[in-house]
């Protein structure tokens, strides 16, 4: 091991007078390239930190109101109804829960319902 | 000799600070059966720079399954890009390919990269190419040095210098995330307490088309990714999802429910000029253009069951594409046009499969469950997808004949919706 290191080291430290296999290809010259330079080459583009700016929405929550609807005390606060799995029938346990905000919205005309459908893992995401 | 084991272990430990930052890890969990050993001498003088060149191409070869890094031996004096190079010892120690370095500091405090590729079984110098960059590019440039020993040794573009978009969800925070190809450099897009998903990046890999729900229903969003400008591409009652741009940029495909059930439309970016595609009395989703833009690929249960079809961009007689199995979806299409990427379920778990378009021949190329949002890497060479491992989103790369397979992680959080973004010029 130690005697292939020192031949090498040999042959890289004499590089300029090194023998030269034959068959060996007239060495290529390097290509100069400027890196992000004004002008510069197509071929370089530099992706620079701080390429991509930053949009935060997060600040914007709102303070919840404690109307009834968001008093966790009353059944108008739960919200989530679930189905079985290929079915769209309301199961009996949560018609308590629909006839409750049927009245509430029908008793508050100003108020809205968004009604979203969420899935779970299965079938694919 | 031991005196070289004490430096390795050394300059190996500067190392992992430098890794540890990155966010996103990536583990290689299966290699090409065929690796060309290579062997990346370290780059002299480099710890002007930060030692990371060497690693970073190191680690970029190693990553793409189609090299295996040789450990390089001590030198005296260290090589660089102008040493002469002994083939023969490089042959004993059965390396096929050898790249030699320096990294100098210029007068005007900025720093010359340079490095040259050899041929060790020829015997024959490849060439190579010098840099000019200051600090900050440090990155770029070890990326696009892989590149360039990728594309020689393989004849096949690398991508080692593109970019990848994913969706990271921490408690209930969603941030549309940017980073380099290995994980390393990520930047927030945008951060949102609704949820983002389906990101497509447009040709140019300046903006992402995507889907917020920031306004409490699914809204199209194009968002340039330099200044952070964003518009709504498509708003309208129902629902509005699944953008993918047109190869010249010029369109995105959408689908919208906005005359009753979900259709493909296509509109403009900057949401003008919209026009009805499909008309079936199913759900068509997922359009994707084929490379050469003359066709659409997209999902559609009009059959009974979710499968790919086929349509032409400006719209017309649709046909089935997939027919194995009940549940095929998420079409994508290579960047050569020749191989469709889906999602298909394979005995209760969804796994990505490939189709042969000309022989129409199927493959599955992962063993995982629950893969999502394929996107093929812009050589066409590399597929990421979304899955989950052990009850936590993870982001998992395989080639497209399945044989190199990576996982990405990140910490204290899920990752989804990944996108592979184009080459950039």
């Known amino acids: 091991m130690r005697a292939i290191l020192i031949a090498f080291a040999a042959a890289a430290g004499l590089a300029a007078c090194s023998s030269t296999p034959e068959d060996e290809q007239k060495p ?12 510069s080459s197509a071929s370089t583009q530099p992706v620079k930190p701080g390429s991509v700016a930053r949009v935060d929405l997060t600040g914007a929550v709102k303070a919840p109101a404690r109307a009834p609807h968001n008093d966790t005390g009353n059944i108008l606060s739960r919200r989530s109804i679930y189905y079985d799995l290929d079915q769209y029938t309301v199961k009996d346990q949560y018609r308590e829960l629909v006839d409750a905000h049927a009245r509430y919205l029908r008793s508050n005309p100003q108020l809205k319902m968004l009604v979203q459908g969420n899935t779970d893992e299965r079938g694919s995401r | 000799m031991p005196r070289m084991r004490r430096l390795l272990a050394a300059f190996v430990v500067a190392f992992l600070p430098q890794f ?10 299966g290699a090409g059966a065929q690796r060309i050993p290579v062997a990346v001498a370290p780059f002299a003088g480099e710890a002007s720079l930060g030692p990371v060149i060497t690693a970073i191409v190191r680690a970029d070869l190693e990553r793409s399954g189609m090299f295996r890094i040789l450990e390089a ?6 090589p660089t890009e102008v040493s002469a190079v002994n083939y023969a010892e490089w042959r004993s120690r059965l390396a096929d390919a050898l790249v030699q370095g320096s990294v100098a500091v210029r007068p005007d405090g900025r720093f010359e990269v340079r490095f040259k590729l050899h041929d060790v079984v020829k015997g024959a110098d490849l060439s190579g190419v010098a840099y000019t960059l200051s600090r900050d590019q440090m990155r770029a440039t070890a990326h696009r040095i892989s590149d360039y020993v990728f594309e020689k040794l393989t004849g096949i573009r690398g991508v080692f210098s593109t970019r990848i978009a994913y969706v990271v969800k921490r408690g209930p925070r969603f941030e549309l995330m940017i980073a380099d190809a290995d994980g390393a450099g990520e930047e927030t897009a945008l951060a949102s307490l609704e949820p983002i998903i389906s990101p497509a990046w447009s040709p140019d890999g300046r903006r992402l088309a995507y889907v917020s729900f920031e306004n409490k229903k699914p809204v199209v969003y194009v968002h340039s990714l330099l200044d952070g400008k964003r518009h709504v591409a498509a708003n309208f009652k129902g629902s509005n999802s699944a953008p993918a741009w047109s190869p010249d940029g010029s369109r995105l495909a959408v689908s919208l429910s906005r005359d009753g059930g979900s259709q493909l439309y296509l509109v403009n970016p900057d949401g003008s000029g919209v026009r009805r595609l499909s008309s079936s009395n199913g759900i068509d ?20 069951s979710p499968q790919v079809y086929r349509m032409p961009a400006g719209g017309g007689e649709s046909q089935r594409v997939t027919f194995e199995g009940g549940y095929n979806v998420s079409p994508r299409i290579s960047p050569d046009g020749r ?35 394929p996107s093929f890497a812009p050589n066409g060479r590399m597929i990421l997808l979304a899955t989950v491992v052990g009850g936590r989103g993870v ?21 989804r919706e990944p996108a592979w973004g184009p080459f950039t010029k």
């Open chain 2, 20 to 29: 540890a930052t990155a966010q996103l890890s990536i583990e290689i969990t």
């Open chain 2, 339 to 373: 191989l469709l990427a889906y999602i298909t379920r394979n005995g209760g778990k969804y796994q990505v499969a490939t189709m042969d378009l000309a022989t129409r021949q199927g493959q599955l190329i992962t063993d995982s469950d629950k893969d999502e949002s």
């Open chain 2, 285 to 304: 989703t997922e359009p994707v253009f084929s490379p050469d833009g003359q066709s659409l690929y997209f999902t559609s249960d009009r059959g009974g």
């Open chain 2, 395 to 415: 982001l998992s790369a395989v080639s497209s004949d399945g044989r190199v397979k990576q996982r990405l992680t990140i910490s204290a959080g899920d990752v």
């Open chain 1, 28 to 39: 290529a010259a390097v290509e100069e390239r400027q890196q992000g330079a004004p002008g």
């Open chain 2, 73 to 78: 031996p001590a030198m005296v004096p260290v």
